[in-house]
């Protein structure tokens, strides 16, 4: 009502009546606030106990705590919709307010009456002054009248019932079980907290997030108890990511510590979500992301000696190699992902390889490969920067070509010789890689039996080929010799293995025997003879009469 209304007379006069009017009108605005506010309170109070009956049931996962809390807030928007919302928007006049008061009082209409006849924007009917009389009596009953009797608080008390007894559902568990009541608040505030309980999952100490696909899977946790004893045993629940299949392991404590509870999938082939329950403890869900090991590739690139690269391959194509005796062999392992490390074992010891670049190669000064006396069979695992290593390690060998010694043979056309001849003598010799020297030892043998050495002769190949062949000429008057005497000839073969020791080898002895004219006719002779008869042989055979 206006300061200008205010300063008319009718309304000065009727002062006491609006304001016990304005009284009535607050104490009706706050009863229904009060009564509105405590269902609205109610509302979301009996959400907040189902919300803590469900966690406290079903210890919901962060997404299902995120939904419930959603359904809480939109349950407690709804209460202040439909309690509050309506309080805000009644607007009650002092006609209205009139009505009622002289409802609950038992009164005429002298209250609205002279509302209406104080108005002078009405149109008024009717004697003055018995509208004014009407004004004034009611001006004067007013002063004396309590204008809120018969206006109780029954909605408000009614509400505040209910929120009463909602508090009191509410207070009771929380006076009962404080620490589960203090852990459902931090989770409703999406906090990493649990309810409290006998047994108590300390740490979950294996898997964490991640394992080798394929691999065996141990899954281990650090336990204590509230009070009692130790639980004989757990489970972990797998529930497979892509198609929902589920498992369950056993875990049991471990003998040397019966804190460490632990259990072990013997394969994991799908990404899983898992839960540990031990007593009446049981962990968040955790996803287990599942990672594949390293694949790597492995060369071999054989170094052999100067002298034997043109018959041994330098590349190897796969994981098994042949080299010769004092060669070399460098490894170069790559990885389809990032290595940590790379190992090779030999011989029970291991040797750790070396990055470079994107490959891992041997250490040229710790490497039983550096330089191959005999066979060496070796495993290669390799660790990747997720810590996974290689399903079964690569394993490989370098077999030994050893160099053989060399071979050579030597032979004359005739056995019986003259004192001044000068015979020719054949030799053919061979190696696996290449010749370094030929050496043809002379010996006279008299014919007493006396023995003297009478020279060497050395035969040099330029290229060092692998197989040489020749004539060697012997002149036999700078040896003196007489009838009966003997020449022994044996040539002996070097091979050539560069700055290492070359190995040798003789041939048989070649025996010339010194005679006169006679003997040498003697022997052409029975050379013949001995012609012929392989000839008679020959002859019976193809004729089917021999032997």
């Known amino acids: 009502m206006g300061s200008e209304e205010m300063d008319k007379p009718g309304i000065i006069q009727l002062g006491p009546m609006y304001r016990g009017l304005a009284q009535v009108r607050r104490h009706r605005a706050g009863v229904r606030l009060g009564a509105a506010a405590a269902l609205t309170a109610s509302v979301f109070v009996w959400l907040m106990l189902a919300a803590f009956a469900l966690d406290v049931t079903l210890h919901m996962r962060l997404l299902e705590r995120i939904v419930t809390l959603c359904v809480v807030l939109a349950g407690g928007a709804w209460g202040v919709w439909r309690f509050l919302r309506p309080v805000f928007g009644i607007r009650e006049d002092d006609i209205e307010l009139a009505m009622l008061v002289e409802q609950k009082q038992g009164l005429a209409s002298d209250l609205v009456a002279a509302i209406q006849f104080s108005d002078e924007s009405r149109r008024q009917f009717g004697s003055h002054d018995l509208r004014q009389s009407v004004v004034d009596c009611t001006a004067e009953a007013s002063e004396s009248l309590n204008f809120l009797e018969g206006f109780d608080r029954g909605p408000m008390r009614r509400s505040g019932t209910i929120l009463l007894a909602t508090m009191l559902a509410f207070l009771i568990p929380a006076i009962l079980y404080p620490n589960h ?28 997030g991640k394992a080798g696909y ?3 899977v141990e899954f281990s946790a650090l336990v204590d108890v509230a009070s009692g004893d130790l639980p004989e045993g757990g489970q972990v629940e797998l529930t497979a990511v892509k198609s929902g299949a589920k498992a369950v392991i056993d875990m049991r404590p471990s003998q040397a510590d019966r ?13 899983m979500e898992y839960v540990l329950k031990i007593g009446d403890d049981t962990t968040d869900p955790m996803i287990l992301k599942l990672i594949p090991p390293p694949v790597v590739s492995l060369d071999m690139q054989i170094s052999p000696p100067e002298y034997a690269a043109a018959k041994n391959p330098s ?4 994981l098994r190699a042949v080299a010769v005796e004092g060669s070399g062999v460098s490894l170069r392992l790559t990885g389809d992902k990032e290595l940590r490390s790379a190992t090779l074992t030999a011989d029970n010891n291991n040797y750790p390889l070396l990055r470079s670049g994107g490959n891992w190669q041997c250490d040229p000064q710790n490497s039983p490969l550096n330089s191959i006396s005999r066979s060496v069979q070796f495993e290669i695992q390799v660790v990747d920067v997720d810590g996974l290593n290689l399903p079964a390690p690569i394993c490989g060998s370098v077999e030994v070509r050893s160099d053989q010694p060399p071979r050579i043979g030597a032979a004359c056309v005739t056995q019986m010789v003259l004192p001044t001849a000068a015979p020719k003598i054949r030799y053919q010799a061979q190696d696996d890689f290449a010749i370094g020297r030929i050496t043809a030892n002379i010996e006279v043998v008299k014919a007493d039996g006396t023995r003297k050495k009478s020279g060497q002769d050395v035969i040099k190949p330029g ?4 197989e040489l062949a020749g004539w060697f000429d012997l002149p036999l008057q700078p040896l003196e010799l007489e009838k009966g005497d003997k ?34 006719l003697a022997s052409i002779t029975q050379s013949d003879q001995e012609l012929a008869g392989k000839l008679d042989k020959i002859i019976k055979t193809q004729l089917g009469t021999g032997d």
Request: charged share 25%.
């Open 214 to 216: 394929g691999r065996s």
């Open 315 to 318: 590349q190897v194509k796969g």
């Open 463 to 466: 290229k060092h080929p692998a």
């Open 181 to 208: 009541m203090s852990a459902f608040l931090k989770r409703m505030a999406m906090m990493d907290a649990k309810y409290p309980t006998r047994t108590i999952i300390r740490k979950v100490l294996s898997p964490g």
């Open 487 to 520: 020449v022994e000839i044996k040539f002996e073969v070097a091979d050539y293995r560069g700055t290492a020791s070359a190995q040798t080898a003789g041939s048989e002895v070649v025996i010339l025997q010194v005679t006169d004219l006679t003997g040498i």
């Open 259 to 271: 804190h460490l509870y632990s259990g072990v999938l013997d394969r994991a082939l799908d990404e």
